[in-house]
């Protein structure tokens, strides 16, 4: 009801008129509802979005920890074959490949071949190897591949170092995970004087590549098994060998060794490789095959310390160690102790014997190691570990001969990058000569590097290496050596990523500084954290 105000006294007020009529409706009623509840829309709509801006994040966040278990196929390849070199001499090669699925059938990855008989032991040559399986029947297939990669050893006319094999396999299955078969392949060094058909013996085995995707912590009990290759645990290692062949050299070596635990407590099995760094050894490379059993005698009062032996097969040669056809065996007792988690330190003593060769020498060795997966089920664990696969192509610019003289040679090589932080990682580099008149020159590296995310898509990084390199009649003092570079990479998917990087090496003396351009693809993996 309308109130109308008294007059003031001493002043008439307005005349009655009845009961007051509803005012008409001012023209501008309607408009203002409309306004206000448009601005009430919008303010809802304002406080939608601010929520939504501020959730948002958190719920991509989340969905990002999220890990997934995922898996590759994968199989292994093992396999011997006898190749003919001029003037009819025979030389026993052994391969290894490591083939991942990238479907349609094809498989890709890392291979390596070694001397293991006749005359050529130190012959390695290193690479990438691609396959593609045709099925012929149930349990019957039929394997063609073609591998390129570059390497060398002991006076084998190899040229540059380029070696190119096509091959055919016929594989049989022989249980669930295990192939038998029969290859030809073709051996060439387009750079050199050797090219040979022949025959061979294949070993082959199915694997998964277990890996993770996301962020977060995953729980061990639900996946279990171990990631990657499955090794356990990786080993720096250094040696020396006192050989007994009345020369008395001791001859230092620097490598690295990958294990993985068994189900039967204490007993190990892995692989190691090492090349000489002192010694007038420049060129001597040994690749092995070992296992391993360990107890802690005093489990109850001191369970970090254990005592045990180990054992190893494998090619070895170069540097004017006399491994003749290549094969070399050990022997080693060995003691070790956790002294953090997951850190353990070690050292070893026993005997290096030549198989049909007259080398003997007595081995010394210590070594540090890194654990890389959990060592107990049912625990959570860590935030999945960054792990790169890096195929590269190196080009060295001056690089000194023997003969005196510098000149550049090119190089192909596998990297392995292991993150332990969000911006520093642990690096192992192997890479191979394939041209540059220098074929049967190695270089073997370890050593850490940072890297930052700059951007969307883009990567910068900086390593710091050192290791051991030799052959192909290259000088590096002994083998000794050094390499630094700086990198940009440009990732072409979340996981995978396009190098490039400039830097140096150095061998002990200063005319063996040489400039390094790298170019490199790279393949992130999420590996299980300790």
């Not at 939504?52 to 958190?58: D, I, K, V």
């Not at 099925?135 to 297939?141: I, K, S, T, V």
């Not at 995970?177 to 051996?187: A, E, K, M, R, T």
């Not at 050797?194 to 993770?212: E, K, P």
Request: glycine share 16%; charged share 15%; aromatic share 8%.
């Amino acid at each position: 009801m309308r109130v109308v105000p008294a007059a003031p006294p001493g002043v008439e007020g307005p005349p009655d008129r009845g009961p007051p009529r509803r005012a008409a409706r001012p023209a501008t009623r309607h408009p203002t509802r409309q306004t206000t509840t448009i601005a009430l829309t919008l303010k809802l709509l304002l406080r939608l979005l601010w929520t939504t801006a501020l959730w948002l994040p958190a719920l991509c966040w989340a969905q990002a920890e999220e890990v997934r278990r995922e898996q590759l196929p994968m199989s292994f390849t093992l396999g011997v074959e006898s190749v003919r070199l001029p003037q009819g001499e025979h030389m026993g090669l052994m391969g290894g490949t490591a083939l991942f699925d990238i479907g349609s059938d094809f498989g890709l990855g890392p291979a390596v071949y070694g001397a293991v008989s006749g005359h050529r032991g130190g012959l390695f040559v290193g690479g990438v190897e691609l396959q593609r399986r045709w099925g012929l029947a149930p349990g019957l297939c039929l394997s063609t591949g073609l591998f390129a990669g570059g390497g060398g050893g002991a006076g084998a006319p190899v040229g540059g170092g380029l070696m190119l094999r096509p091959a055919l396999t016929l594989l049989q299955d022989w249980g669930p995970l295990w192939q038998v078969g029969l290859s030809w392949s073709s051996v060439r060094f387009p750079s050199g004087q050797i090219a040979s058909n022949q025959l061979g013996l294949t070993l082959a085995w199915r694997s998964d590549f277990v890996y993770y995707t996301g962020h977060g912590n995953t729980w061990a009990s639900a996946w279990s098994e171990p990631t990657g290759l499955g090794f356990d645990r990786m080993a720096a290692t250094v040696s020396r060998y006192k050989l007994k062949d009345g020369s008395a050299r001791n001859v230092g070596l620097a490598g690295a060794r990958a294990e993985r635990r068994t189900d039967v407590r204490g007993l190990t099995w892995g692989m190691e490789a090492a090349a000489a760094a002192q010694g007038h050894a420049a060129g001597y490379m040994e690749i092995l095959g070992t296992a391993a059993w360990s107890v802690a005698p005093l489990g109850a009062t001191v369970p970090s310390w254990r005592l045990g032996l180990r054992g190893g097969l494998g090619a070895a040669g170069g540097g004017a160690v006399p491994t003749q056809g290549g094969l070399i065996s050990k022997a080693t007792g060995t003691t070790e102790w956790e002294f953090a988690r997951g850190w353990t330190v070690g050292a070893e003593f026993g005997l290096v014997h030549g198989v049909r060769s007259p080398l003997r020498a007595e081995e010394a060795q210590v070594w540090v190691a890194t654990s890389l997966e959990p060592e107990g089920r049912g625990q959570a664990l860590s935030e999945p570990v960054r792990t790169e696969w890096v195929g590269a192509l190196h080009h060295h610019t001056r690089v000194l001969r023997n003969a005196g003289i510098a000149q550049s040679l090119d190089t192909i090589g596998l990297e392995l990058d292991r993150y332990v932080g969000e911006h520093v990682y642990l690096t192992g580099q192997a890479h191979s000569a394939f041209a540059g008149a220098a074929g049967a020159y190695s270089i073997g590296l370890v050593g850490a590097g940072v890297a930052a995310t700059v951007g969307p898509r883009l990567r910068v990084g900086a390593e710091g290496l050192v290791g051991a390199a030799g052959g192909g009649g290259v000088s590096t003092a002994g083998g000794a050596i050094a390499q630094g570079m700086a990198w940009v990479g440009v990732n072409t998917s979340p996981l995978t990523q396009w190098r490039v990087a400039a830097g140096a090496t150095r061998t002990r003396h200063a005319a063996g500084t040489s400039g390094l351009f790298e170019l490199s693809w790279s393949h992130a993996f999420g590996m299980s954290g300790r």
